[in-house]
């Protein structure tokens, strides 16, 4: 199983890499845009190329393997996981960051085995940071190894979160208490507009915790191996074991620090992918 997850993630990286230039010719910017589920939540032109690069290319290379990408899906393909290999693709993760040219944009490319992740990439081209991990072999930042932080308590650590692209009510209202709560209990609170560098982010040991309500898989998928290869955990944000495809992530530096924020975080449900 381990030569066969080498061979496919070998394959992906240099597809990522590649596509990882389509993104690079918009340092400053991307201003043509359409908005899909909200007005918050937009789409490029770039997110479509480089999904289809991404699919095409492993495809050909891997024709029964199945997919999961969220530009697919936002055209009407199902969002199916079964336990066959499957690649979940979120082609431009913070695409608003992308749009405004605020460097904090990625690719996030997840493989799924038996529905766990086995491997995983996240890539910011403008600031060429590659975060890779395999499962069993360890978290990487462009081939050095990384670890997550020592922190294993609230009061201590630093807590990325995101408002998210929803503009539902009873949404706002959680992300606006656990701000409050966020600001009370920790050290410091980030948001940087893309779900998948935040969960880089806590496999870096930058930031302790990361949690959001209303990602969906594709957004999370390569972060989900990265955190656990780096020595982290993810879970469902009230405590319970982590669900890809619930909308719902908590991960943090320990399970310590997971089960604490659990107890306080105020939940909310959307409606699973
Ligand atoms: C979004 C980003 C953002 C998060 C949203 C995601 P997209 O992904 O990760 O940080 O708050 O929930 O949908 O739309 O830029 O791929």
Not at 215 to 244: K, N, S, Y
Not at 248 to 270: G, K
Request: proline share 3%; hydrophobic share 40%.
């Amino acid at each position: 199983m381990s030569d066969a997850i080498d061979e496919y993630f070998e394959v992906a990286l240099e597809l990522v890499k590649s596509a990882g230039n389509l993104i690079t010719e918009y340092t400053s910017g991307c201003k043509e845009y359409k908005l899909k589920s909200s007005d918050i939540d937009l789409v490029t032109e770039i997110d479509k190329k480089v999904e289809e690069t991404l699919i095409t290319g492993l495809s050909k290379k891997f024709p029964s393997h199945k997919f999961i990408g969220e530009e697919s899906v936002a055209e009407g393909a199902k969002c199916v996981l079964t336990d066959e290999p499957t690649w979940i693709i979120d082609p431009v993760d913070g695409t608003l960051n992308f749009i405004h040219g605020y460097p904090s944009s990625c690719i996030s490319l997840g493989l799924t085995i038996n529905k766990e992740a086995v491997a995983g990439i996240i890539f910011n081209p403008i600031v060429n940071q590659l975060f890779t991990a395999k499962k069993g072999q360890g978290a990487f930042l462009n081939g050095k190894p990384i670890h997550v932080s020592q922190v294993k308590d609230m009061k201590n650590a630093l807590v990325s979160f995101e408002v998210g692209t929803s503009r539902d009510e009873e949404k706002k209202k959680a992300v606006l208490e656990n701000f409050k709560m966020i600001v009370d209990k920790t050290q410091g609170i980030r948001t940087v507009g893309s779900a998948a560098l935040n969960m880089a982010m806590v496999a870096l040991g930058g930031a302790d915790a990361y949690f959001e309500f209303g990602i969906h898989a594709w957004d999370i998928a390569a972060g989900d191996i990265i955190v656990r290869e780096a020595g982290g955990v993810c879970i469902d944000p009230a405590g319970g074991p982590f669900d890809i495809l619930s909308r719902r992530v908590l991960c943090a530096s320990s399970a310590e620090l997971a089960q604490e924020m659990a107890t306080v975080l105020h939940q909310y449900y959307p409606e699973r992918d």
